[in-house]
């Protein structure tokens, strides 16, 4: 069952399920193929973690926003401007990324 947990502007339309990742550039190597990338915002230096992501979650950002325009290219579900997702969403936590309606739902 999932249970809604945040909203955001839908980004890049698609439906991703997997484990959040809190992301903190001291932690990147343990970053895995399909986790959920959780973090205030994305920039150049997550490129990495961000080709291996399953979905994006952002905290800030808008539809022209790093995150957002990366997501599209690659084709993965994104929402941004949740303004608490790196609160909110607890690392290892099972999540649902809805990039179309824009909602992140938890996961049982």
Known sequence: MA???LTGIGASSGKAEGKAFIFTKDRLTSFKEGDILVAPITDPTMVTAMIKAGAIVTD????TSHPAILSREMGIPCVVNTKNATTKIKNGMCILVDGQKGKIYAVD
């Open 3 to 5: 249970k809604l947990l």
């Open 60 to 63: 800030l950002g808008g539809i």
